[in-house]
């Protein structure tokens, strides 16, 4: 018996003896076992990858019959996974609200990036497929999603476009339309618009650092973004008495022992009497706030405690904890307040005390004030403040249009725009380009001077004609 070198297939194989023949085949050359028992043991095998896959509870595609472990590796990075590898690399650095605009624009694009294919989820499992898992960095804590998003970000991951799909100028037109509409189908705002199409520029801008693109689609169109209104609406600014009236009516919500409203009224007085931003009345602690028996006082405002949810925040919790808007972290703002606002948060704090750590207002649980709660607070005492046609009407529609009705009363008051601008936390640009707005009423006395400018008296106007 002689030992040989067998090639089989043209792979060197360690020697081994054969009976009384010698065994050699060359490259192209037929080997000497049956190609029956070849196809079969290849048949036994495939067969095994898809009980061991069938076992696991894997998906198999409709189309090609095979589990997601044993389907081909396409060629082009579909816009979903390249979507995801974005959403990754921009998670950890951004802001929550950063993060919500975020997820919703991937969310959006994405839907619109579906190719046809069976087995296409319902809209709405869909969407919260997308919005809750997809494009969220969960933590390692977070429990495994729900069979049925399971299944639909499954479908997602076949059936979504290649990235390069965007290179059709036509195609990215067709997803920048679509984000003139919400994830529901309504209208998007102008400023909705333009943010989500920032998001989505800078999302492409990425894939060009990558490579995966030679340049930013969005550049090849010609694509109107809707326009921004700047300026305050005018009509939602209220006066004096009103905004007087409306803090009145305030303390009425809820009745007196369960003080739903009456813990509030000194929140939106710091609206109105100190301009501050809604988050950043919330965020305010007693440390921070110089209240003297008499005269004016002053507020150091460092924090903004937002609502944003607790899938954005990455801590738990509903509040964002953050410094001023468009400031660096840490800088104050010091703001000074009138008399009245003095003696308002004085009595709210004997009556109502502090939170634990120091904050002015907190609900009945001593939590954080939500935005829904003071929403609700706020609407109630519009009904009760109000006549039925400013109710029906846009004056004093948010709380947030406090802040409004003290920037265009300090403004009209006389008080140095860059002044007002200081206190508001905002650039002299922004204040008269925004906040630069009458109260309602002063229309009146505007009226009565250009009356007497013209002559005119009780409303009667004098004929004018041609000097002979």
Known sequence: MKSHDVRVW???????????????????????????????????????????????????????????????????LTWYDFARAYVAMKWPHAAPNSRDSLNETMTLVTTQLLGERPGRPADDVLRRALRGWAFVVQSEEEHAPPVDITNALRWVGK????????????????????????LSGAPAAAETVRRKRAVLFNALAYAVERGDLPENPVTLVKWKLPKVTKEVDRRVVVNPRQAAELLGAVSYVGGYRRARGRRLVALFACMYFGGLRPAEAVALRRPDCTLPDTGWGSLILEKSRPTVGKRWTGTGEVHDNRGLKNRPVNETRIVPIPPRLVRMLRTHIEEFGTAKDGRLFANERGGVVASTTYWRVWDEARHLALTPEQVASPLAARPYDLRHAALSSWLNA???????????????????????????GRQDLANRRIAELLGEDDGQEEELGDES
């Open 10 to 76: 043209g792979i060197r194989k360690r020697p081994y003896k054969t009976p009384s023949y010698d065994v050699r085949w060359k490259v192209g050359d037929a080997p000497p076992f049956s190609e029956t028992f070849r196809t079969k043991a290849l048949a036994d095998n495939f067969r095994a990858k898809l009980l061991r896959a069938a076992q696991k509870g894997e998906a198999f595609d409709t189309e090609t019959g095979l589990p997601d472990s044993m389907a081909p590796v396409k060629g082009s």
């Open 414 to 440: 006389g008080v140095d725009p860059t002044e007002v601008a200081e206190r508001a936390g905002n650039s002299v640009e922004v204040l008269l380009s925004r906040y630069a707005k009458c109260l309602d």
């Open 159 to 182: 059936a979504s476009l290649p990235l390069t799909t965007l290179k059709n100028p036509a195609d990215i037109r067709s997803v920048l339309d679509s984000l003139k509409l919400t």
